[in-house]
């Protein structure tokens, strides 16, 4: 793979789930990974239900994390993810394994554990379901009731050794989304970084804020601009959903120093005639901010425009298209010298 990738490959043929497994795997695991795939799965209901009884019979919710949606309660199902390269040995491969757990205390040590038991839900009233991940080596249980703990409370993110943003292709239609990747870069050295990128769409903008409170009753939190076609500053959202989707992807970009950042369908809302310049951005930001970018898209003006941009930048550019042959999926890799003699003669590649 290379510093910048571009995933293409037609519906279904894997592109959100290879995102989903790096995510997964970047972030070793952590609970709050998998809570935000269920939940942009819609597999946990609203996060509002506060009062939300849940019976350890239930697996419903989880049976997306695993390839088919298999049913849980009749027999183990697991997945496994490695890779090779920059991440440290503690964090270049994980396994996740669903089985049922009970829990042993130890009264004299003061310590307790887990005990795996057979997949019975009537053979042991004490005992539940629960996500056995080996990372690197290192075993962690995970009772599923605390997944769905975790949702209700919203909680703050997991410490990772390494930086991981997420993009979805819907985020930047809400600004006050992009409020908290805001705050990690203002008045920071690159917080100038996003309003030249929106330069690229809008020649006009100025400067960029978030005004606002999460607090109830006040004003949301919303992205604001200062421009010289406007008196006074105007909401973000009155620039189209161009800027705005660019602005998610460099706030996205500017927050994953030294770690990974990842766009489902990138191109969504960015006019062909700017995707070249975008991605020359893009280029060099990763190169600077030491970030691994992996986006996926099904445009063929985005391939041709992430094309131009490589050939003209000294860090590793790499189109990655994904088949899908019956229950495998196959990987097929382009060099950046390739993807010049796919974009001049259009072989289709998406």
């Not at 490959?9 to 894997?14: D, E, T, V």
């Not at 099904?298 to 189109?319: I, M």
Request: hydrophobic share 40%.
């Amino acid at each position: 793979m290379g510093k910048v990738n571009l995933i293409t490959g037609k519906n279904n043929a894997g592109k959100s789930s290879l995102l989903e497994a790096i995510r997964i795997l970047v972030t070793g695991g952590a609970v709050k990974t998998l809570v935000d795939i269920l939940d942009y799965r819609e597999e946990l209901g609203s996060s509002n239900d506060a009062e939300r009884a849940w019976l350890p019979t239930d697996l419903a919710p989880f049976c997306n994390l695993f390839s088919g949606f298999p049913d849980l309660a009749s027999s183990q199902h697991g997945f496994s993810i490695s890779a090779e390269g920059a991440l440290p040995e503690s964090l270049s491969r994980i396994s996740a394994q669903f089985s049922w757990f009970v829990r042993r205390t130890d009264p004299d040590r003061q310590v307790f554990s887990y005990e795996r038991v057979a997949p019975d839900l009537f053979g042991d009233v004490d005992a539940f379901p629960a996500l056995a991940l080996d990372i690197a080596g290192r075993p962690r249980i995970v009772p599923l009731d605390r997944l769905l703990r975790r949702f209700l409370r919203r909680p703050e993110a997991d410490a990772t050794p390494f930086a991981c943003v997420y993009l979805d292709p819907f985020s930047s239609r809400s600004t006050s989304q992009m409020a908290a990747l805001w705050d990690a870069i203002a008045l920071t050295d690159v917080e100038s970084e996003v309003v030249k990128a929106l330069q690229i769409i809008s020649t006009d903008i100025q400067a960029v804020s978030v005004v606002g409170s999460d607090e109830r009753g006040s004003r949301a939190r919303t992205a604001i601009a200062r421009s010289t076609a406007h008196s006074s500053p105007v909401p973000l959202r009155s620039f189209g959903d161009g800027v705005n989707r660019l602005f998610g992807i460099i706030l996205s970009l500017c927050n994953a120093r030294n770690g990974v950042l990842l766009v489902d369908e990138i191109e969504n809302g960015l006019h062909y005639s700017v995707q070249t310049e975008i991605w020359r951005t893009i280029f060099r930001l990763a190169s600077t901010l030491n970030v691994q970018v992996f986006a996926t898209s099904h445009s063929w003006d985005c391939v041709r425009a992430f094309q131009q941009a490589a050939s003209e930048s000294p860090q590793d550019g790499a189109l990655v298209r994904l088949t899908r042959r019956e229950n495998r999926v196959i990987a097929t890799q382009f060099t950046e010298q390739e993807l010049t003699l796919v974009t001049r003669d259009q072989i289709e590649v998406r």
